[in-house]
């Protein structure tokens, strides 16, 4: 009579299998587990994020001063924002080129000129109450994660950020930004260190990018019309103030 031993597991294979006591059946047993299971050598890996497809950013006030006389609360709130972290800014240099909702949260691009005639964008992403401000847009409840770049050349072809934050979920995500100051410039090309690139048009000369991977661009590729490069900006990682 055969005896059968109980199941044990093998850990050098990740499997269970009867030890039988027929060198016959052993041996086949083990040919056809051979031939139809093998062990996993790699181990899974996260699904890379990419640039997220989301609502064109509304260019509701383009002049600076021109909402000195009525300000909106984003604008107010966020020109705070980048002050609570060392901005100074030119009294009413500060005008908002961007507002977007994502998700559940409401994303605004600001620019401004400091004293020392440094040009500057910032960047901020906040809770919002779903009522109108006096721009149209959607109010800014509070900032809680952002940040603001300078640069100081007076012949520079434009002014670019890009901060690590993370949403009202806990979820982190890249927001890249920029403001381009050649007249003829019509997009924009982000220059990632992979070589894979990224192509997005300008809105009043600035641009607002979401990206939920772990990926920073290097440079800016400033394009005209005819898609021929300007020329190229730094998109630093930019920390928050």
């Given at each position: ?6 199941i044990q597991p ?165 927001i890249l930004a ?64």
């Amino acid at each position: 009579m055969r005896r059968i031993s109980v199941i044990q597991p093998d850990r050098r294979r990740g499997l269970s299998f009867a030890r039988i006591a027929a060198p016959g059946i052993f041996i086949g047993l083990m040919l056809l587990m051979s031939g139809c299971i093998r062990p996993s050598s790699s181990s899974p890996t996260a699904t890379p994020g990419g640039i997220i497809v989301m609502t064109p950013p509304i260019s509701n006030q383009t002049t600076p001063g021109v909402v000195a006389t009525n300000p909106s609360n984003n604008l107010i709130r966020m020109e705070a924002f980048v002050q609570s972290y060392g901005a100074q800014t030119v009294p009413g240099s500060t005008r908002v080129w961007a507002e977007t909702t994502y998700l559940q949260d409401l994303i605004v691009g600001i620019a401004f000129v400091t004293p020392s005639n440094a040009r500057c964008i910032g960047v901020g992403i906040g809770n919002h109450d779903g009522g109108q401000n006096a721009t149209g847009a959607i109010n800014l409840i509070n900032v809680f994660n952002g940040g603001f770049h300078c640069d100081a050349n007076p012949t520079a072809l434009g002014v670019a950020g890009q901060w690590l934050v993370t949403d009202s979920r806990g979820t982190p995500l890249i927001i890249l930004a920029g403001q381009v100051f050649a007249p003829n410039a019509q997009s924009v090309v982000l220059l990632y260190p992979t070589g894979t690139p990224y192509q997005t048009p300008l809105t009043s000369g600035n641009f607002i990018v979401l990206d939920d991977s772990l990926n920073f661009p290097t440079e800016v590729s400033i394009h005209d019309a005819t898609d021929v490069e300007i020329g190229r900006i730094a998109i630093p990682v930019s920390p928050q103030g």
